[in-house]
C-alpha cells in the first residue's frame, strides 16, 4: 500500500529550499528497485509513470508538491566548509515502507541547486551505476544501508577530471530512512540557532528514536545522542565484518539513522588490510579500512558539540563514552554473523577473530572468498577443501584458525542449502569486477553483465539472510 508522507514539513525554511528539478533532454530507465517499489507501494507504476516521477520528478499524489534542497555544513577530511547543501540533489517525496517506517525519495544528479556553487548538479552515468552495485552489495551483507531505487540515463555530455570524458549522465533516486545528516546539525550550531537545533531534535525522536525523549530538551538531546552513537557504532562495525571502505567519511555523509549512503570512492577489501583506502585524494589514509571506526567517532563528537547549544557538556560526554563497548559488542556480533557462527563466549569469540585476521593478514587471502568458503563453520569444511583457495587451508598455519572455527556451532546451518553455496566462488564488488562491468556498458552498452551480477548479488542477500543484524 502507498502510504505517503511528508513529515519535513513540519520543520522550516531554516532547513532547506524549494528547487525545481533539471530538464532532461532523455529519459532511458536503466535501474528499478522493484522489491523495495513493492514495500513502499509503487510497485504498480508503468514504466512511463515510473520516469514521470523519476527522471522528470512529477510529484507523488499526497507527498511534497515540491522538491526540497537540503540545508547542512561539514567537515570535510576533518576541515570545516560551511559552503555546502544539497547541490546536485534534493528531498523529492517521503513515504513509509510496509513495517511504517517513514522513508526519503532522495536524488543525486537532479540539477543545480542554491547550494551547487560551480558545480553543474549532475551526475555521471557510471557514478549512478556504482551507486546501485554498492548498495546492492552491502545490503546483501547485512549492512543498514540506503537503497538505489531508480536510475536514469538522461542524455548529457558530462565533463569529470576522475573519468574520461565527456561521459554519460544520469539521476539517481535513493531510498533512504532519513537524510538528516551530522552536517544538518551543523550548520544550525555554526549559526548559533538553539532553537532550530532544538526543532530538530525534537524532529528526529518523533520519527527516529521515540524511547530517546526526555523530560525536557536537554534530556531529550542526550537521549537523541545515545541513540545516534549507538546506530553509529552499528554502522562502523557493519562495513569492517563486510570489508567495506567507505572512502568519504565526512560529517556530511553520515546521517542520524545510522545508515551507509553516499558511495563515491567505495571499495570492498582484497584481503585485510587495515591501510586499505578508497579514495585517490586521502592521501594521509584518514579515512582508511581500519580508521573508518575512529572517524564514527570524531563525526559523533562534532554531532555532539552541536548539541551543547541544547545541553550541558557532562551527559553529552557520558554518551559519547559508550561508543567504544557498542562497537565492540557490534564488531564480535556481527563478525559472527558474517562467519555463519553462534557466540561461544567473549573469549572465544575473540580468540577465533584474532586468529582469523592474523592468518588473513599473514597469507593475503582474498576477504570474499574465505567467509564464503567457512560460512556456518565445520558443515562447510568439504566446500572449503574444494575452493580455489584451498591450499591455503591445507597449510599448517591455517590450523589455529580451524580449530577455533570449530569449536563453534554454525547458526541456522539449514541456509547451506541454498543453490548459492553450491558455486566456487561468493558474490563480489572488487574494483576489478566494477571496472569490467562498466566496461562493457562504456564501450558496447551492454547491460547484460551488470544484470546478472546484480542478480548474484541478490542471490547472496537471500542465502545469507543477515538484514537486520544486531546485537543483543
Not at 512511463?48 to 567537515?75: N, Q, V
Not at 559519547?320 to 555463519?340: D, H, I, K, V
Request: aromatic share 12%.
Amino acid at each position: 500500500m502507498y502510504r505517503p508522507a511528508r513529515t519535513i514539513l513540519d520543520l522550516d525554511s531554516r532547513f532547506y529550499r524549494e528547487v525545481a528539478p533539471a530538464d532532461f533532454p532523455q529519459h532511458r530507465l536503466r535501474w528499478r528497485n522493484q522489491r523495495w517499489a513493492e514495500r513502499v507501494g509503487l510497485g504498480g507504476l508503468s514504466d512511463a509513470e515510473w520516469i514521470a516521477h523519476f527522471g522528470r520528478f512529477a510529484p507523488l499524489r499526497g507527498s511534497l508538491e515540491t522538491p526540497l534542497a537540503l540545508a547542512y555544513h561539514g567537515h570535510q577530511f576533518q576541515v570545516y566548509n560551511p559552503q555546502i547543501g544539497d547541490g546536485r540533489g534534493f528531498l523529492f517525496a517521503q513515504l513509509h515502507d510496509d513495517h511504517g517506517r517513514l522513508l526519503d525519495l532522495g536524488t543525486k544528479g537532479s540539477g543545480q541547486t542554491p547550494f551547487s556553487r560551480t558545480g553543474d548538479g549532475r551526475l555521471t552515468l557510471k557514478g549512478g551505476v556504482r551507486e546501485i552495485m554498492a548498495a546492492s552489495m552491502l545490503e546483501a551483507l547485512g549492512v543498514y544501508t540506503s537503497k538505489a531505487f531508480s536510475l536514469i540515463e538522461t542524455g548529457e555530455q558530462l565533463y569529470r577530471n576522475d573519468e574520461p570524458s565527456p561521459t554519460r549522465s544520469s539521476v539517481l533516486v535513493r531510498l533512504s530512512h532519513s537524510h538528516v545528516r551530522f552536517g544538518t546539525f551543523q550548520r544550525l550550531a555554526y549559526e548559533g540557532d538553539a532553537d532550530g537545533i532544538g526543532k530538530l531534535v525534537d524532529y528526529c525522536i518523533r520519527h527516529f528514536y521515540p524511547a530517546a525523549a526526555g523530560a525536557d530538551m536537554a534530556a531529550s538531546a542526550n537521549g537523541l545522542l545515545r541513540a545516534v552513537v549507538r546506530a553509529t557504532a552499528e554502522l562502523a562495525a557493519s562495513w569492517m565484518a563486510a570489508g567495506f571502505v567507505h572512502g568519504v567519511l565526512n560529517t556530511d555523509n553520515m546521517v542520524v539513522t545510522g545508515e551507509s549512503f553516499d558511495y563515491g570512492p567505495w571499495r570492498f577489501l582484497p584481503y585485510s588490510d587495515p591501510s586499505f583506502t578508497a579514495a585517490y585524494f586521502d592521501e594521509t589514509g584518514l579515512y582508511a579500512f581500519g580508521r573508518q571506526p575512529s572517524a564514527a567517532l570524531w563525526n559523533l563528537s562534532q554531532l555532539a558539540e552541536c548539541l551543547t547549544l541544547v545541553s550541558e557538556t557532562g551527559p553529552l560526554e557520558g554518551a559519547l563514552a559508550t561508543f567504544e563497548p557498542e562497537y565492540r559488542a557490534a564488531f564480535r556480533t556481527r563478525m559472527l554473523a558474517m562467519l555463519g557462527l553462534q557466540p561461544a563466549g567473549e573469549s572465544a569469540d575473540l580468540d577465533l577473530l584474532k586468529a582469523l585476521f592474523g592468518w588473513m593478514a599473514a597469507t593475503r587471502a582474498p576477504w570474499p572468498q574465505v567467509f564464503f568458503d567457512w560460512f556456518c563453520g565445520a558443515p562447510s569444511e568439504g566446500r572449503a577443501g574444494a575452493s580455489p583457495i584451498a591450499a591455503l587451508y591445507q597449510a599448517p598455519e591455517f590450523d589455529p584458525v580451524r580449530a577455533a572455527l570449530m569449536s563453534h556451532r554454525p547458526e541456522r546451518p539449514e541456509r547451506l542449502a541454498h543453490e548459492y553455496f553450491t558455486g566456487a566462488a561468493p558474490a563480489s564488488l572488487l574494483i576489478e569486477e566494477v571496472e569490467a562491468l562498466w566496461a562493457a556498458i562504456a564501450e558496447a552498452d551492454d547491460w547484460v553483465p551488470f544484470c546478472r551480477h546484480m542478480q548474484s548479488m541478490d542471490m547472496a542477500r537471500t542465502a545469507l539472510d543477515l538484514i537486520n543484524v544486531k546485537h543483543a
